[in-house]
């Protein structure tokens, strides 16, 4: 059993992450579908909007709960499923919607919150938002039991760092007292003794006032008023989080390209997990160029002989070259990567080579899948 | 087209989705530039450090620093930008600190959607009128190497939103004077960057179409990067494909004996191997690069993969060649 099919065997929840381009959603697709196959009940969040997973899937499209892959799909490529595959897309702003109706103490502080212009703003766009979303929605599924395994999909590494620090950040940034000291006199319990406490405060905000407006610093003001009372609620779940990320029924699996700069953010990220002592499962490369025999070696001055020999000659002569460049990438391909093995152990890699079709229908992804689980 | 013809607007903005090389093609541009005696300034928004590998250089700073002869490199945080646009604007200097050692920025911002996507704008904005602060000349080029696509369309739209939420004002007027840049096809053009794959080349034609229809923004020709070579010719291939039989292999070993070459069966295997395998992925891209350049209405230049695992400036400079050849077929 290799360390992949180890984990989607045991594990609650897998978090993928690596650099741009490299596969992981189809990696994270491709456990899934494994974990299902064998008996397990498996959910695969992706968070970046990937159409292509949910027609891979057969499904229209992906939403904010998790739907399930018909069984004809798996009847066609020729399967039998002993558990269940569900996939879903996170949406970032109805997670938030469906966290501050959850939570608010009232319905009325709800609406307040739901209505007011910097919630609307930040609740779709606020870098980390995403992320943190992403983190109440696991939560929400480990904590709801329905699923044996999760299956979780990052966006892009330096962001995949922010993902961890999430919940910490975004609990931070709600109760921050250099915010409210900001906008103290923007707050409707501030009154007179306050105003005169904070003048400093004032000055400063006459200047971002007339850069921003006053109206955005009322909306900031009672959104922070509004938000009262939920501070502990967003604390306790942000610490579960990361109890949960952290413990051994968590594994993260990092997964890059032999290429210098997704090996670079794979190093990268596996230095972090290592130092936040979270629980690191496995390795997977892909888009790796096949190696095929150890380099031939032809000479330059055979190549010349043969590009100016006969067709056959030409052609001996083009295959050669072609076999070099390749071998030239190969050994590029190893180099980056032995910079990778000093941090991560070989035992835990996955290679993937470049496949001569790719997962864009059911049957791709289950080529995937098999590739994976060697 | 000439190359005149194609450097004309100033700002060239690079896009495209992450793992595409995007950087790469930003860095071939500005030598591309440089080489028509141009100054030229690489600006990216989103530090990576990937221009400093690939120059060569040490990774560049808010003040522009020459990373080539000809080409300059600076790297733009939305805090100094804020900064500076604090001095230029309000001649304060010394509050700025307070803005940057706090969290206040990030509030603020997160109040008024894109305004650091803003502030990195406007500090373009300031390089290309050569206002910028301590900017000791001026630029000819100016090479945005864009956020990754996700965050691109918000980037370059956050001007336009902005009048949403700030409705007079000075903001409200430099938030015009953004958006009269990026409009006008004589300052401004987007270029997008792509691989020939499915995935990659689905994003760039709904980025394209968002481009033109939401943004209004004036596009160049779309770059497909890391296109494999066609090495064979057609007659070549068909003798290959002949060649599974024992005589065109024993062929191949008799060829190579000819000459001094000792090719033994594994060897055989290699060339033959990595003969299918290059025209399996020149097979898939071709798939997707005839969808690329049917469903969008911008001319493809196709670039070379170019056998390397990481990219350092001799490879820039090769693409930059390719790019002055391709463009004159415009």
Same mark, same amino acid.
């Given at each position: 059993?290799?360390?992949?099919?180890?984990?989607?065997?045991?594990?609650?929840?897998? #978090?993928?992450?690596?650099?741009?381009?490299?596969?992981?959603?189809?990696?994270?697709?491709?456990?899934?579908?494994?974990?299902?196959?064998?008996?397990?009940?498996?959910?695969?969040?992706?968070?970046?909007?990937?159409? =292509?997973?949910?027609?891979?899937?057969?499904?229209?499209?992906?939403?904010?709960?998790?739907?399930?892959?018909?069984?004809?799909?798996?009847?066609?490529?020729?399967?039998? &499923?002993?558990?269940?595959?569900?996939?879903?897309?996170?949406?970032?702003?109805?997670?938030?919607?469906?966290?501050?109706? =959850?939570?608010?103490? *009232?319905? @009325?502080?709800?609406?307040?919150?739901?209505?007011?212009?910097?919630?609307?703003?930040?609740?779709?766009?606020? $870098?980390?938002?995403?992320?943190?979303?992403?983190?109440?929605?696991?939560?929400?599924?480990?904590?709801?039991?329905?699923?044996?395994?999760?299956?979780?999909?990052?966006? &892009?590494?330096?962001?995949?760092?922010?993902?961890?620090?999430?919940?910490?950040?975004?609990?931070?940034?709600?109760?921050?007292?250099?915010?409210?000291?900001?906008?103290?006199?923007?707050?409707?319990?501030?009154?007179?003794?306050?105003?005169?406490?904070?003048?400093?405060?004032?000055?400063?905000?006459?200047?971002?006032?007339?850069?921003?407006?006053?109206?955005?610093?009322?909306?900031?003001?009672?959104?922070?008023?509004?938000?009262?009372?939920?501070?502990?609620?967003?604390?306790?779940?942000?610490?579960?989080?990361?109890?949960?990320?952290?413990?051994?029924?968590?594994?993260?699996?990092?997964?890059?390209?032999?290429?210098?700069?997704?090996?670079?953010?794979?190093?990268?990220?596996?230095?972090?997990?290592?130092?936040?002592?979270?629980?690191?499962?496995?390795?997977?490369?892909?888009?790796? !160029?096949?190696?095929?025999?150890?380099?031939?070696?032809?000479?330059?001055?055979?190549?010349?002989?043969?590009?100016?020999?006969?067709?056959?000659?030409?052609?001996?002569?083009?295959?050669?070259?072609?076999?070099?460049?390749?071998?030239?990438?190969?050994?590029?391909?190893?180099?980056?990567?032995?910079?990778?093995?000093?941090?991560?152990?070989?035992?835990?890699?996955?290679?993937?080579?470049?496949?001569?079709?790719?997962?864009?229908?059911?049957? +791709?992804?289950?080529?995937?899948?098999?590739?994976?689980?060697? | 087209?000439?190359?005149?013809?194609?450097?004309?607007?100033?700002?060239?903005?690079?896009?495209?989705?992450? +793992?595409?090389?995007?950087?790469?093609?930003?860095?071939?541009?500005?030598? #591309?530039?440089?080489?028509?005696? =141009?100054?030229?300034?690489? *600006?990216?928004?989103?530090?990576?450090?990937?221009?400093?590998?690939?120059?060569?250089?040490?990774?560049? $700073?808010?003040?522009? $620093?020459?990373?080539?002869?000809?080409?300059?490199?600076?790297?733009?945080?939305?805090?100094?930008?804020?900064?500076?646009?604090?001095?230029?604007?309000?001649?304060?200097?010394?509050?700025?600190?307070?803005?940057?050692?706090?969290?206040?920025?990030?509030?603020?911002?997160?109040?008024?959607?894109?305004?650091?996507?803003?502030?990195?704008?406007?500090?373009?904005?300031?390089?290309?009128?050569?206002?910028?602060?301590?900017?000791?000349?001026?630029?000819?080029?100016?090479?945005?190497?864009?956020?990754?696509?996700?965050?691109?369309?918000?980037?370059?739209?956050?001007?336009?939103?902005?009048?949403?939420?700030?409705?007079?004002?000075?903001?409200?007027?430099?938030?015009?004077?953004?958006?009269?840049?990026?409009?006008?096809?004589?300052?401004?053009?987007?270029?997008?960057?792509?691989?020939?794959?499915?995935?990659?080349?689905?994003?760039?034609? @709904?980025?394209? !179409?968002?481009?033109?229809?939401?943004?209004?923004?004036?596009? +160049?020709?779309?770059?497909?990067?890391?296109?494999?070579?066609?090495?064979?010719?057609?007659?070549?291939?068909?003798?290959?494909?002949?060649?599974?039989?024992?005589?065109?292999?024993?062929?191949?070993?008799?060829?190579?004996?000819?000459?001094?070459?000792?090719?033994?069966?594994?060897?055989?295997?290699?060339?033959?191997?990595?003969?299918?395998?290059?025209?399996?992925?020149?097979?898939?891209?071709?798939?997707?690069?005839?969808?690329?350049?049917?469903?969008?209405?911008?001319? #493809?230049?196709?670039?070379?993969?170019?056998?390397?695992?990481?990219?350092?400036?001799?490879? #820039?400079?090769?693409?930059?060649?390719?790019?002055?050849?391709?463009?004159?077929?415009?």
């Amino acid at each position: 059993m290799n360390s992949i099919a180890e984990i989607t065997a045991r594990k609650e929840v897998i #978090v993928c992450a690596g650099a741009g381009g490299v596969g992981k959603t189809t990696t994270a697709a491709a456990l899934a579908l494994r974990a299902a196959m064998d008996g397990r009940k498996t959910a695969v969040l992706t968070i970046d909007p990937a159409r =292509r997973l949910a027609s891979s899937l057969g499904l229209k499209e992906l939403s904010n709960e998790p739907v399930r892959v018909g069984k004809r799909k798996f009847t066609a490529a020729g399967l039998k &499923p002993k558990g269940e595959l569900y996939a879903m897309m996170l949406n970032t702003k109805t997670t938030f919607d469906e966290v501050v109706a =959850r939570y608010a103490p *009232t319905r @009325e502080q709800a609406d307040r919150i739901l209505a007011n212009r910097f919630y609307r703003n930040i609740s779709g766009t606020l $870098s980390g938002t995403q992320e943190y979303m992403a983190m109440e929605k696991l939560y929400e599924l480990h904590a709801g039991g329905e699923f044996d395994l999760i299956v979780i999909d990052t966006p &892009p590494t330096r962001r995949a760092l922010d993902f961890l620090d999430a919940p910490r950040r975004m609990t931070d940034f709600f109760e921050s007292r250099v915010l409210r000291w900001f906008l103290l006199p923007y707050m409707k319990a501030g009154g007179g003794i306050m105003r005169f406490a904070n003048v400093a405060a004032t000055t400063f905000l006459r200047i971002v006032k007339r850069i921003v407006g006053s109206e955005v610093l009322e909306d900031t003001a009672e959104f922070f008023t509004n938000l009262e009372g939920m501070y502990d609620g967003f604390k306790q779940r942000a610490r579960d989080v990361a109890h949960l990320l952290q413990s051994d029924v968590t594994s993260f699996v990092v997964v890059t390209s032999p290429a210098e700069d997704s090996v670079a953010e794979a190093t990268f990220f596996a230095a972090r997990l290592n130092e936040a002592g979270l629980p690191f499962g496995a390795l997977v490369v892909n888009r790796v !160029h096949p190696k095929i025999g150890d380099g031939i070696g032809a000479k330059p001055r055979q190549r010349a002989r043969l590009e100016s020999g006969n067709q056959r000659a030409q052609l001996l002569a083009k295959l050669l070259a072609n076999e070099e460049a390749f071998m030239r990438v190969v050994h590029l391909e190893e180099r980056n990567l032995d910079a990778l093995a000093r941090k991560i152990p070989r035992h835990r890699w996955i290679r993937v080579p470049y496949l001569q079709r790719e997962a864009v229908d059911f049957p +791709g992804l289950v080529a995937i899948a098999d590739r994976l689980f060697g | 087209m000439l190359l005149e013809e194609f450097l004309d607007p100033k700002i060239l903005i690079v896009a495209g989705k992450g +793992g595409v090389g995007r950087s790469t093609v930003a860095a071939a541009l500005a030598v #591309v530039a440089a080489r028509q005696g =141009r100054r030229v300034c690489v *600006t990216e928004v989103d530090p990576k450090g990937t221009l400093a590998r690939l120059f060569g250089s040490t990774a560049p $700073s808010y003040q522009p $620093s020459e990373l080539s002869p000809g080409v300059w490199g600076l790297s733009i945080l939305p805090e100094q930008a804020l900064a500076e646009y604090l001095e230029v604007q309000y001649h304060i200097k010394r509050i700025s600190r307070v803005f940057t050692s706090t969290h206040f920025l990030d509030y603020i911002t997160t109040a008024a959607p894109g305004l650091k996507d803003i502030l990195v704008l406007g500090k373009i904005w300031y390089l290309e009128q050569n206002r910028a602060i301590g900017q000791r000349h001026g630029f000819d080029t100016i090479i945005v190497d864009a956020p990754a696509a996700g965050h691109m369309l918000s980037f370059l739209s956050a001007p336009m939103g902005l009048s949403d939420a700030v409705r007079l004002g000075p903001v409200r007027r430099q938030a015009d004077w953004l958006v009269d840049m990026l409009r006008d096809p004589k300052r401004s053009r987007v270029h997008l960057v792509t691989l020939a794959e499915e995935m990659p080349v689905a994003e760039t034609l @709904e980025t394209s !179409h968002a481009l033109e229809k939401r943004l209004k923004l004036q596009q +160049g020709p779309v770059f497909a990067n890391g296109i494999y070579p066609a090495l064979f010719s057609k007659q070549q291939r068909d003798d290959l494909e002949d060649g599974s039989g024992e005589t065109a292999v024993g062929g191949l070993i008799e060829q190579g004996a000819g000459i001094g070459l000792k090719l033994d069966d594994e060897d055989v295997d290699a060339l033959v191997g990595y003969r299918d395998f290059l025209e399996a992925r020149r097979a898939i891209q071709a798939r997707y690069l005839r969808r690329l350049k049917k469903e969008t209405p911008q001319p #493809v230049i196709t670039l070379p993969f170019l056998f390397s695992a990481g990219l350092a400036l001799p490879d #820039v400079e090769t693409l930059a060649d390719v790019v002055e050849a391709k463009v004159a077929t415009l």
